[in-house]
């Protein structure tokens, strides 16, 4: 049993994720954001205005999940959902004042990088960041989108 759970990258990246998100979310306490809160910001931001599907695709998470994150987040004023072209779909946006809580948050962000280089070592840090990166490709959740992305205009 014990080599099962020292070997399970399940519960070891979980065990480690766990601790990570509890130093950033530290960070972002005092402005009333999670740091997935802060991440789908940032993650808005990147794309610009966009529909929920692409940013759950971005974000790696399902839609139903991205919207019980997203609710809290407009009704706050930070993000704005708009209707699309067809009423189907939805855009998401920041607002000015998601912009606000980004600009504040990023220097929360910028603080936590600091804590996480601390507590690793800013070599150790580089190398999970590279490993973390390269390991992405291999496993992308099964439910993104498999829709082909359209050129913007």
């Known amino acids: 049993m014990r080599e099962a759970i020292r070997v399970c990258a399940c519960f070891n990246l979980r065990r480690v994720s766990r601790a990570v998100t509890q130093v950033y979310d530290e960070a972002m306490a005092p402005l009333g954001l999670s740091s997935g809160q802060f991440m789908l910001l940032l993650a808005v931001r990147m794309l610009g205005e ?17 919207s019980r994150t997203v609710r809290p987040l407009e009704d706050r004023g930070l993000l704005a959902i708009l209707t699309g072209k067809d009423r189907r779909t939805r855009r998401i946006t920041l607002t000015p004042a998601g912009q606000q809580a980004l600009r504040d948050g990023y220097v929360r962000w910028q603080g936590a990088q600091a804590r996480m280089s601390e507590l690793l070592g800013s070599r150790q840090l580089e190398e999970l960041l590279g490993t973390l990166e390269r390991s992405s490709l291999g496993v992308q959740p099964k439910y993104l989108s ?4 359209r050129a913007r205009r």
Do not use: I, Y
Not at 146 to 149: F, H, I, Q, T
């Open 50 to 66: 966009t529909s929920l599907l692409r940013l759950a695709d971005t974000v790696w998470t399902d839609r139903s999940v991205l």
């Open 146 to 149: 498999k829709r082909p992305r």
